[in-house]
C-alpha cells in the first residue's frame, strides 16, 4: 500500500501523489472537489459514499493508543478490516497539486476563505528553462562551495520548482558571511527584473547535513537555517 510516492504530472512535474478511491478519482477527473474523509492508519482519501459503505466511521474510532491496547488477535481483526476496506476501495493515485488546485478554484468560486496560501506568480516545472538560466547566471557570476554530495558535482545551491501551493525555491549553503549573502540576493533581483512570475522563496543555510540510509540513499537532517526571505 503506497500512500504517497512522487511521480510525474503533465500539469505540474514531479509531484507528491496521494491516493484517492475510484470514485474520487472520478470526481477529480471530472473538475470537482472530491470527498476528503480518510482511511485510518493509511491515509487514502475516500469519498463520503465509500465511507459509509465501508463503515469507516467505526474504524476511525480506534486511534494509535486504543490500537496499542488491543490484544494480538483484535489488532490483526482490525489491520484486516482496514486492508479489507483499502482492497474494495479500487484506488487511484492523483496529484497533490491537481487536486489544491480544484480546492482553489472552487473556494474562490463560493467565496469562501482560500485552504491554503496560492503562489500562481512564481516559476513552476514549465519555467525549467528559466530555472536553468538562473543557476547558470549564479555560478558565472559568484563563487560558491562545493555541494557535498559528491556524484551531483555542482555548487552548493538548489532550485525547487513552485507549485500552486509552494513557491520556487532557492537554498544555499555555505554562504555565511552577510555581505556575500546580500550580493548573491542583489544578483537575484538583477535576474528577476525581466521575470514576471517574482514569487520566490530563498533561503541560506549554514551547511549540509546529508545523512546516509540504510539503503544506501542520501537524505538531509537538520540544517540550520541562517536567512529565509520570501519575496511577494
Ligand atoms: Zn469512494
Ligand atoms: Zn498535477
Redesign the pocket.
Known amino acids: 500500500m503506497g500512500l504517497t510516492a512522487i511521480k510525474f504530472?503533465p500539469?505540474?512535474g514531479n509531484?507528491v501523489f496521494m491516493e484517492f478511491c475510484a470514485h474520487n478519482g472520478k470526481i477529480i477527473d471530472d473538475g470537482k472537489v472530491p470527498g476528503m474523509k480518510r482511511i485510518p492508519f493509511i491515509g487514502t482519501v475516500i469519498c463520503n459514499q465509500c465511507f459509509e459503505i465501508h463503515q469507516v466511521e467505526e474504524l476511525a474510532k480506534v486511534d494509535q493508543n486504543t490500537l496499542r491496547q488491543f490484544s494480538e488477535t483484535n489488532k490483526v481483526e482490525f489491520e484486516s478490516k482496514i486492508r479489507a476496506v483499502y482492497q474494495a476501495i479500487n484506488c487511484v493515485p492523483k496529484?497533490l497539486?491537481?487536486v489544491n488546485q480544484l480546492l482553489l478554484t472552487n473556494a474562490r468560486t463560493a467565496g469562501k476563505k482560500l485552504p491554503f496560501e496560492a503562489y500562481e506568480n512564481t516559476l513552476t516545472f514549465k519555467d525549467e528553462e528559466t530555472i536553468k538560466r538562473l543557476e547558470t547566471y549564479l555560478n558565472q557570476r559568484f563563487t560558491f562551495k562545493k555541494s557535498k554530495i559528491a556524484h551531483l558535482d555542482r555548487a552548493a545551491f538548489f532550485t525547487q520548482y513552485g507549485g500552486i501551493s509552494y513557491p520556487f525555491s532557492i537554498k544555499f549553503y555555505y554562504v555565511i558571511e552577510k555581505e556575500r549573502q546580500e550580493k548573491l540576493l542583489d544578483l537575484i533581483e538583477k535576474f528577476y527584473a525581466s521575470i514576471p512570475k517574482k514569487e520566490r522563496l530563498i533561503q541560506f543555510y549554514e551547511a549540509e547535513n546529508i545523512m546516509k540510509k540504510s539503503d544506501g540513499s542520501l537524505s538531509r537532517g537538520k540544517e540550520n537555517l541562517l536567512l529565509k526571505k520570501m519575496i511577494k
Request: net charge neutral; proline share 0%; charged share 30%.
Open positions: 504530472c500539469r505540474h509531484q496529484c497539486e491537481c
